[in-house]
């Protein structure tokens, strides 16, 4: 079982940046892909970014890419979405989700994400 607290969250204006965590707790957090996704009022949950287990590696939604960007930290169980330029668009709520899973294909979606988080809200103004 993996336990999962996102934070950092919150209002910002348009342009402005936010870095949410996400910590984990349990066993073999560096066992598992750590994503990203979002939901937004009346919309389905999307996904944003995710950093694989095994070698790192990082794919993103086109709609963040250049802009977001996800990071990890296995000594602290804590992996981190550094957001920048945000726009009104990226308002939703944010939810952090792990999986076993380590393809390109399989990390993008959400049915493969075992763990989810309670999720943070960002609020971006115009």
């Known amino acids: 079982q993996v336990q999962l607290v996102e934070s950092g969250g919150g209002l910002v204006q348009a342009g402005g940046s936010l870095r949410l965590s996400c910590a984990a707790s349990?066993?073999?957090?560096?066992?598992?892909?750590m994503g990203w996704f979002r939901q937004a009022p009346g919309k389905e949950r999307e996904f944003v970014a995710a950093i694989t287990w095994n070698d790192g590696s990082t794919y993103y939604a086109d709609s963040v890419k250049g802009r977001f960007t996800i990071s990890r930290d296995n000594a602290k169980n804590t992996v981190y979405l550094q957001m920048n330029s945000l726009k009104p668009e990226d308002t939703a709520v944010y939810y952090c989700?792990?999986?076993?899973?380590?393809?390109?294909?399989?990390?993008?979606?959400?049915?493969?994400?075992?763990?989810w988080g309670q999720g943070t809200q960002v609020t971006v103004s115009s």
């Open positions: 989700a792990a999986t076993s899973y380590s393809s390109s294909y399989s990390s993008t979606r959400a049915n493969n994400y075992n763990y």
């Open positions: 349990g066993r073999s957090f560096s066992s598992y892909t």
